[in-house]
């Protein structure tokens, strides 16, 4: 599997920076009074396989207007294909649609028809059906075949050229772990899908997954006509079958959408066209544009910034501006891994005994409002999340035993163990993060070896699982692809998980592969209860240290309306906001 990232900071740098939110549902998602330091409540996973279009209607909604939207951070790409962070999911929702999608209601994400219906599956579990509705156009006003939905489906196994996209494809759908896709030799053939008729579009599997239907929401699976592939060129202009279509883009700095004419809602259950257009704008820091946006004068009472509010602001929206306040919850777990390849058990459990929770969550800026200190690997907002007893030194909080650190140091006979990873030494708060640690460990009787390089590096050092390091690489956080523990336990602690560049603890064991894939090949309802097991089997393998569960805590201009956390993402649900005048 591939990577599923935060916003505004990859999750391969967050624990050092520390700051935006990925999505899931809440009870509380919206724009309305919350003080956000409420604890994280488990979800239950949804379906309601005969919703049609239109989408139930936003109470107040109004039609009109510009949304403006700030961040930062910048999407690195709007080809579907290659599509995996969370604020490119969210913004793509108005441009593709897909199989499935979900909505939000009362607080929940709901799996509802989208292009196909929800599917239905053979008695072996190996053979998946999807039927089209009729009548979807693309912007242009051409109709969408079944065969371009079979076509996209292909193009995702392309990764030389879309290496960023998820991969679950690779390892569930017939003859994928060898198919290179549709621009080689013979790759017009590919055993994992087929179409039937007009209106059929079926997928064969080598195992059962049960959760296909949740991985259908995935812009990988948006139609794309064969003869209109640009490649390496689609991300600049893409075609859509949502509700909004390019109007002008400038890569890394602002894209604008206006409506698709050609856009029925009637067909469609889960989207909303309220505002006349996007206005994207990235690149500027966010606590000024937050503070902007909370001021709203002018154009910026239309705005919001999808960022996490900035801990400086937090008195405002907690204060005279709370109603500017969109809080909710979020299926992501930041960490602190370790190489079981390079640092032994016993060392390991040291390690945790030393660590100081509670001097990092202070250094990293993080407040109740946008965090929830952890000591599980799923979070409370993915269904089959329990909470288990605390594995020892594994629960979030305290501020570390250096004596107890170094007795099972000396006792293990590894007094002096070297310890090192990757900081940005060009952040702040990354270098008071990676300190805190180090002094710690330090402590502990460790020798430590922080390193420290720029912003642009830190990516591609923590993803190279052969760098000369014992700790923290990446990913340091995840957030579930969907509601389900199956995008979790399969994707960070499976053999596989390692060549993926996912893996938590870089184990390769056959019997925990074994374990998980018999709880990933169960239906989905009753996997569900028990992926915890599965959790607390490997937090006891002290594969990583656990930091904090994210909350989503954004701002919103007074004159926003419909602003309410999206379950996909941890950002507003964009498809639902409209202008108050």
Known sequence: MARRYKAAVAATAVVA???????????????????????????????????????AAVPGAKNGGTLTVYSASTPNTFDPTDTYYSDSLAIGRL???????????????????????????????????????????????????VEDLAYAIKRSFARDLYPNGPAYQMQYFKGGDTYKGPYVAGGDKFDGVETQGTDTLVIHL??????????????????????????????????????????????????????????DANTDAARHNYVDGYDFKWGGEDVKTQQQVLNSNGPDASALNYADVDSTLVPQVTGDKKAQLVS????????????????????????????????????????????????????????GYQAYPAVTDLSGTGTGDAAGAKALLAAAGKT???????????????????????????????????????????????SDYSAPVNMAQGPRGWCSDWPSGGSWLPVMFESHSVADQTSWGMQQDKTVDAQIDAVANMPADQAVSKWA???????????AIPFYYTKMGIVVGTNVGGAQGDPGAGMPAFYDIYLKS
């Open 206 to 263: 080598t195992r059962a997954f049960a959760d296909l239907p949740f991985f259908m929401t995935f812009p990988l699976f948006s139609p794309i006509p064969q003869a209109k592939d640009t490649k390496a060129d689609y991300k600049n202009k893409p075609i859509s079958t949502g509700p909004y279509e390019f109007d002008t883009y400038t890569p890394g700095v602002e894209l604008k959408l206006k409506k698709n004419p050609n856009w």
């Open 416 to 462: 002096g163990f070297e310890v090192s990873w990757y900081y940005d030494n060009t952040k702040p708060i990354s270098q008071q993060v990676s300190q805190v640690r180090a002094d710690a460990l330090t402590a502990a009787g460790f020798k430590v070896k922080a390193i420290g390089v720029t912003t642009a590096d830190l990516r591609t050092k923590i």
């Open 533 to 543: 097991g599965l959790d607390q089997a490997m937090m006891e393998k002290y594969l």
């Open 328 to 383: 909710g919850e979020s299926p992501c777990t930041y960490v602190w891994q370790m190489d079981t390849t390079k640092i032994p058990l016993e060392v390991r459990k040291a390690i945790a005994k030393a660590w100081p929770y509670d001097q990092t969550w202070k250094a990293a800026g993080v407040s109740d409002l946008i965090g929830q200190k952890a000591s599980t690997f799923m979070p409370p907002g993915v269904p």
């Open 95 to 145: 441009l593709y649609r897909t199989p499935t999608q979900f909505v939000v209601r009362d607080g929940k994400s709901v799996l509802v028809p989208d292009l196909t219906d929800v599917g239905s599956v053979s008695d072996d579990k190996l053979t998946w059906t999807f039927k089209m509705q009729p009548g979807i156009k693309y912007q242009d006003g051409s109709e969408v075949k």
């Open 17 to 55: 920076l520390g700051l935006t939110g990925c999505g899931s549902p809440s009870s509380n998602n919206g724009n309305k009074p919350d003080s956000g330091n409420g604890a994280i409540t488990t979800q239950t996973s949804s379906i309601d396989a005969a919703a049609k279009g239109p989408a």
